[in-house]
T-cell receptor, first 115, second 114 residues
Framework: AQTVTQSQPEMSVQEAETVTLSCTYD???????LFWYKQPPSRQMILVIR??????QNATENRFSVNFQKAAKSFSLKISDSQLGDTAMYFCAFMIGGSQGNLIFGKGTKLSVKP | DGGITQSPKYLFRKEGQNVTLSCEQNLNHDAMYWYRQDPGQGLRLIYY???????QKGDIAEGYSVSREKKESFPLTVTSAQKNPTAFYLC?????????????FGPGTRLTVT
């Protein structure tokens, strides 16, 4: 069975600083996809970034980037130039390629951005 | 605007009553999903549907039921058999199962059962 682990229940960062959220996963599959979702206080789940396991290049989306280490089964999220609006729960999620689209989520990291 | 709507935002029920949570999407997505979120937990899959009139159990389907009579709608019924129904429920949809498309989420329904 696939599992996703986020070892940091809570983190904080000063505005404009950089922060990295950790995620590790366990799978025997070779074709899979990884995602980071953001859940602000409104509780709306928002996709931040995705990474295909077959791609060596790390995904980036504006201030958000990932460090995908396939051998180590690690998928960390880096947020640069943190903004107050980045305050949220962040969930790492995993999906097997060719599956029925079921996402497996970690338990989340609560990020607080301080002014 | 295209999107996913869930209603109501807050729902209160007495123990022993069944309750139905609404989920509607106008994104023309084929697949729809129901997740449950508890404090300190990630999302857990309850049920999912790839096409109309077909659905499958997820990891925690006991005490829940669904229907998919229309492509746009995927209501979830929380039955009296669900032992701990108080939770936040999220509905999601995506283009097609079997291909990796992002799941888009609704705003959620907070269910409280006393």
């Amino acid at each position: 069975a696939q599992t996703v682990t986020q070892s940091q229940p809570e983190m904080s960062v000063q505005e404009a600083e950089t922060v990295t959220l950790s995620c590790t996963y366990d799978t025997s599959e070779s074709n899979y996809y990884l995602f980071w979702y953001k859940q602000p206080p409104s509780r709306q789940m928002i996709l931040v970034i995705r990474q295909e396991a077959y791609k060596q290049q790390n995904a980036t989306e504006n201030r958000f980037s990932v460090n995908f280490q396939k051998a180590a089964k690690s998928f960390s999220l880096k947020i640069s130039d943190s903004q107050l609006g980045d305050t949220a729960m962040y969930f790492c999620a995993f999906m097997i390629g060719g599956s029925q689209g079921n996402l497996i989520f970690g338990k989340g990291t609560k990020l607080s951005v301080k002014p | 605007d295209g999107g996913i709507t869930q209603s109501p935002k807050y729902l209160f029920r007495k123990e022993g009553q069944n309750v139905t949570l609404s989920c509607e999407q106008n994104l023309n997505h084929d697949a729809m999903y129901w997740y449950r979120q508890d404090p300190g937990q990630g999302l857990r899959l309850i049920y999912y549907s790839q096409i109309v009139n077909d659905f499958q159990k997820g990891d925690i389907a006991e005490g829940y039921s669904v229907s998919r009579e229309k492509k746009e709608s995927f209501p979830l019924t929380v039955t009296s058999a669900q032992k701990n129904p108080t939770a936040f429920y999220l509905c999601a949809s995506s283009w097609r199962p079997g291909l990796v498309y992002e799941q888009y989420f609704g705003p959620g329904t907070r269910l409280t059962v006393t």
